[in-house]
């Protein structure tokens, strides 16, 4: 069994986190995102981490995770400690799924997306006892998981309920021999000792496959909350994919205040404050869960400039 504490230097009370890919640079839709877990991090009078998932590599574009960093501070929104790049993380995770393999809590697999297809969808488990060993094939690693995924209680979408369903033994290494973000992600979180996750409802329906990971890993999971994802259609959301403008870090004030009326808090106006800092001062008191607006998706007009509030 790992043991969590050894993974984690850090005891606070609150751990909040933003965890940006830098595939891209940062749009409204990612900026509601960190404003509203910032927010609950400060107004519980936590730390607030930022943490770079740069754990697909291909995808990452040179000098994004600059850009995304110089717009954070732009909008007033100040990390605590240093910047975690989860390309500089390898050893650790292998470290961890070497253990895995060892204790036989993971295997190797070679089944394909093809051959998962053609299972109906859901991997069926047929690598569990072959015990593979990679020799001139790539093979994927997948971490044993029975029974149900956990189900999950939301701090902010409190009347989102999904539904219990059966698991399957999920990748924790791909044949490409990347490290998946269902691994590192948990343990980054468990790492730095994050307690609270507060992020897009996009991935409101992967919490239970997360919590039911926390539980074979050994580790005590975080809290999660949901907020509303800015899509220009149903079931697109903002992203570089469909050409999201990249937020105008010029117009800090304006963007923060449009992010705060588009989570649900729609009595605070641009022309009552003169300064970024004032404004999230005031955004820190008034914040509360029960007050963002609870809906999965929320659509914007695609130009940034129609995010804007009026003052």
Request: include cysteine; aromatic fraction near 8%.
């Amino acid at each position: 069994m790992l043991n969590p504490q050894s993974m984690s230097p850090t005891d606070a009370k609150y751990t909040g986190r933003f965890a940006p890919s830098p595939s891209g640079q940062l749009h409204f839709g990612s900026l509601v995102t960190a404003l509203a877990s910032y927010l609950d991090a400060k107004h519980h009078c936590g730390e607030w981490l930022v943490r770079m998932e740069d754990i697909d590599e291909p995808r990452c574009i040179a000098g994004t995770d600059r850009e995304i960093l110089m717009s954070l501070e732009a909008h007033g929104l100040k990390w605590d400690g240093t910047v975690m790049y989860q390309s500089q993380q390898h050893e650790r995770y292998q470290q961890v799924l070497n253990s895995l393999l060892d204790d036989q809590r993971a295997y190797y697999c070679s089944c394909t997306r093809k051959m998962i297809t053609a299972m109906g969808g859901i991997y069926n488990g047929q690598c569990r006892d072959k015990n593979l060993v990679p020799a001139e094939h790539e093979l994927a690693v997948r971490l044993k998981l029975d029974g149900q995924l956990l189900p999950s209680t939301d701090v902010i979408m409190e009347d989102i309920a999904l539904s219990p369903r059966p698991s399957e033994d999920v990748v924790i290494k791909r044949r490409d021999q990347l490290f998946s973000y269902n691994l590192v992600v948990i343990l980054d979180d468990a790492y730095q000792g994050v307690t609270h996750i507060i992020r897009g409802c996009d991935l409101i329906e992967v919490t239970p496959l997360h919590l039911s990971m926390y539980e074979a890993l050994g580790f005590t999971a975080p809290q999660y909350g949901h907020v509303p994802v800015a899509a220009v259609a149903p079931g697109r959301k903002l992203s570089k994919q469909n050409h999201a403008s990249p937020i105008n870090n010029a117009r800090a004030l304006e963007n923060i205040v449009a992010a705060l009326q588009f989570l649900g808090f729609c009595d605070v106006k641009t022309r009552d404050f003169d300064s970024v800092d004032a404004l999230l001062s005031y955004a820190i008191s008034i914040w509360d869960r029960k007050k963002v607006v609870k809906t999965p998706e929320i659509i914007v007009p695609q130009h940034e400039s129609t995010y804007y509030s009026h003052p």
